[in-house]
C-alpha cells in the first residue's frame, strides 16, 4: 500500500528553555493542524538517550498523555542518532501494511542543560565498548576517518582543511536562510580556522552542535501531493576497526540500495538531499556512498558548486545538522521535514529549491553503523516504470570480518590513523592521543599514548611498537630500545 504524508512540525532548533515533553508536543501539534485531523491511529517516538538527558523513560507513554491522546498504541524507537529516521520507518510499515491508516511519527533530544563534557560521555556510549574504554569519542572516530581519507585519497594536510572548510561554510550559508536553525550566521574560511580544535583535524565548526529540538510528521494512507517512495534501513559493526574500510560507510551502501530498488530510481533521479553532516567530512563521505559521486570525488562537487544550493544538486539546503542543529533523537526526522517543505514549495525565499520534485535523506545511527537513506517524491511526479526495470547503483560491499584469533600481547604494526583529541569525554585528562594500528597478523586494534602531545609527532603509516599498559594497547615510537626488545622476543605468535 502506498504511503503518503499529510502534516509535518517541527520546533526551533537551539537552546530551549522548555521540557523535553513540550517541545514534542508543540511539534506534533503542529503536524496535527496541517493534517487537519486530532487523532491517529498510533505515535512511534523517536528519543534517543531520554533517561541520560532528562532522567525520565516510559516516554511514549508521557507523550501519549501530554498531547491527550491516551488510548492509542505509543511506541519508542531507537537507533542511535538515526533514531528519528527510525521512528518514520516504523510509522511508514504500520501504514503500508494496511493496519493502520493514518499515524505520527514524533522525535526529539533535549541536551543543552547539561555540561559538554556529560553529554560527550553519553553520546559516546554508542560508541562500542572496547573502544570507549580508550577515550573515544564521536569526534575522535570521525577525526580518524578524516585523516585516513586524507591518506588514500592523496590530499594534503592543508586541502583537507579547504575541504572541510568548504562544508562548513556552504551549510552556515544555508542555515541563515532558516528560521529553524540554530545557527543562522554566515560564517567564512578565516572564522573556520580561527575556530578551536576538538579533534585533531576536526575544528568546532566541523562538529554539529549539542541542541535542543522536536520534529513530526503524519503518515496515512490517504492521497496526499507527497509520498515515501523508498526506504532502506542497514547496519555495520559496532567497532569501527572490524570495518573493511574506514572511508566508505557500509551501512549507507546496503541502505540506499534497498531505498533506490523499492523507488526504482537511481542516484542520478534525485534532485537535492539532506545528508548526515554530524562532521564535515560526513557530507562528503555520503555523496560518495550515496552514488552521487566516486569514492574519494565528492569533495569536487562541492568546489565546482554541484551541491551548493543554487547547484544542479543541492546537499543539505537546511543548513544540515552543522547548522540547523542536532538533537541526537530528532535529527533524522528533521531531515524528512525539510524535505516535505521543499516538495511542498513551502522552504520559503532563497531556501526554496528551484527543482524540488525528488529529495533523499540519509540519517547516519552511531559511527556510521545503524544507516536509514529515506525518498519522498511529489505524487504528481509522471514517472514512466519500464518494465524489466534495474538499478544501476551497484556499490560495492566489502563485509566487515571479525578476527577469531586472539590478538597480540605486544609487537610492531602499523598506524594506520590517528588524532589527538582535546575535548575529552568525563574522567579523560587532555589531550588523548589514539590511533588505529594494523598488527602483523592483519588485526586492526585502537590502540592510546599518553605521552604524545602533538600530532605533528606522528605519521600515518609509521611503524610503531605495540604494548599492553594497565590492560589497555598503547603504541610508541619504534624506537632502538623497543626493535631490540622485539628482535630478543621474537615476533608475537600469529594473532
Known amino acids: 500500500m502506498d504511503v503518503y504524508i499529510s502534516g509535518v512540525g517541527m520546533t526551533k532548533f537551539g537552546r530551549s528553555k522548555e521540557p523535553l515533553e513540550k517541545m514534542m508536543a508543540e511539534a506534533a501539534s503542529l503536524a496535527l493542524k496541517q493534517a487537519q485531523v486530532e487523532r491517529v491511529d498510533a505515535i512511534y517516538l523517536g528519543v534517543m538517550s531520554v533517561e541520560e538527558f532528562?532522567?525520565?523513560?516510559?516516554?511514549?507513554?508521557?507523550?501519549?498523555?501530554?498531547?491527550?491522546?491516551t488510548g492509542i498504541p505509543s511506541t519508542r524507537v531507537e537507533t542511535a542518532s538515526s533514531t528519528g529516521a527510525g521512528a518514520f520507518e516504523a510509522a511508514f510499515y504500520a501504514v503500508a501494511s494496511?493496519?493502520?491508516?493514518?499515524?505520527?511519527?514524533?522525535?526529539?533530544?533535549?541536551?543543552?542543560?547539561?555540561?559538554?563534557?556529560?553529554?560527550?560521555?553519553?553520546?559516546?556510549?554508542?560508541?562500542?565498548?572496547?573502544?570507549?574504554?580508550?577515550?573515544?569519542?564521536?569526534?575522535?572516530?570521525?577525526?580518524?576517518?578524516?585523516?585516513?581519507?586524507?591518506?588514500?585519497?592523496?590530499l594534503s594536510p592543508l586541502k583537507l582543511e579547504d575541504i572541510l572548510a568548504q562544508v562548513a561554510v556552504k551549510n552556515h550559508s544555508n542555515g541563515y536562510l532558516n528560521p529553524y536553525a540554530q545557527f543562522r550566521k554566515i560564517i567564512t574560511k578565516e572564522d573556520y580556522l580561527k575556530s578551536q580544535i576538538v579533534s585533531y583535524p576536526l575544528r568546532l565548526y566541523d562538529c554539529a552542535p549539542i541542541t535542543d529540538g522536536a520534529s513530526a510528521i503524519i503518515l496515512t494512507s490517504q492521497p496526499t501531493p507527497i509520498k515515501v517512495a523508498g526506504i532502506g534501513h542497514a547496519t555495520d559493526t559496532a567497532a569501527v576497526r572490524h570495518r573493511?574500510?574506514?572511508?566508505?560507510f557500509n551501512s549507507t551502501k546496503e541502505a540506499a540500495q534497498r531505498a533506490y530498488t523499492m523507488a526504482r530510481l537511481n542516484p542520478s533521479d534525485i534532485q537535492f538531499a539532506e545528508i548526515h553532516d554530524a562532521f564535515t567530512l560526513f557530507e562528503i563521505i555520503g555523496t560518495e556512498d550515496l552514488g552521487f559521486f566516486s569514492a574519494g570525488k565528492g569533495w569536487k562537487g562541492l568546489e565546482e558548486g554541484t551541491t551548493h544550493l543554487r547547484g544542479?544538486?543541492?546537499?543539505?539546503?537546511?543548513?544540515?545538522?552543522?547548522?540547523?542543529?542536532?538533537?541526537?533523537?530528532?535529527?533524522?526526522?528533521?531531515?524528512?521535514?525539510?524535505?516535505?517543505?521543499?516538495?511542498?514549495?513551502?522552504a520559503g525565499g532563497e531556501r526554496q529549491l528551484e527543482r524540488a520534485e525528488i529529495g533523499l535523506a540519509q540519517s547516519i545511527g552511531g559511527l556510521a553503523n545503524n544507516t536509514l537513506v529515506t525518498i519522498l517524491e511529489r505524487a504528481d511526479r509522471k514517472r514512466i516504470l519500464r518494465e524489466g526495470w534495474s538499478p544501476d547503483y551497484h556499490p560495492e560491499i566489502s563485509l566487515s570480518k571479525k578476527s577469531t584469533a586472539s590478538p597480540p600481547s605486544e609487537g610492531v604494526g602499523i598506524l594506520e590513523t590517528f588524532t589527538t583529541l582535546y575535548t575529552t569525554p568525563e574522567g579523560f585528562l587532555s589531550p588523548l592521543t589514539l590511533g588505529f594500528v594494523r598488527t602483523k597478523g592483519g588485526e586492526m586494534v585502537m590502540a592510546c599514548n599518553p605521552d604524545y602531545r602533538s600530532p605533528k609527532e606522528?605519521?600515518?603509516?609509521?611503524?610503531?611498537?605495540?604494548?599492553?599498559?594497565?590492560?589497555?594497547?598503547?603504541?610508541?615510537?619504534?624506537?632502538?630500545?623497543?626493535r631490540l626488545k622485539y628482535w630478543i622476543k621474537g615476533p608475537p605468535k600469529s594473532p
Open 98 to 154: 494496511g493496519h493502520m491508516k493514518r499515524v505520527l511519527a514524533l522525535a526529539g533530544e533535549k541536551m543543552t542543560h547539561l555540561p559538554t563534557a556529560k553529554t560527550t560521555r553519553i553520546l559516546s556510549e554508542v560508541i562500542d565498548r572496547s573502544e570507549r574504554r580508550y577515550g573515544a569519542t564521536m569526534p575522535a572516530l570521525a577525526a580518524m576517518i578524516a585523516q585516513k581519507y586524507a591518506r588514500e585519497f592523496h
Open 54 to 69: 532528562v532522567g525520565d523513560s516510559n516516554f511514549a507513554t508521557l507523550l501519549a498523555d501530554t498531547l491527550g491522546l
Open 458 to 482: 606522528l605519521k600515518m603509516g609509521q611503524k610503531v611498537y605495540l604494548r599492553i599498559r594497565e590492560g589497555l594497547y598503547v603504541f610508541e615510537k619504534l624506537s632502538f630500545l623497543n
Open 244 to 248: 573493511s574500510s574506514l572511508t566508505s
Open 312 to 346: 544542479r544538486l543541492p546537499i543539505n539546503p537546511s543548513g544540515g545538522l552543522k547548522a540547523r542543529g542536532h538533537p541526537v533523537g530528532a535529527s533524522g526526522l528533521a531531515q524528512l521535514v525539510e524535505i516535505v517543505y521543499q516538495l511542498s514549495g513551502e
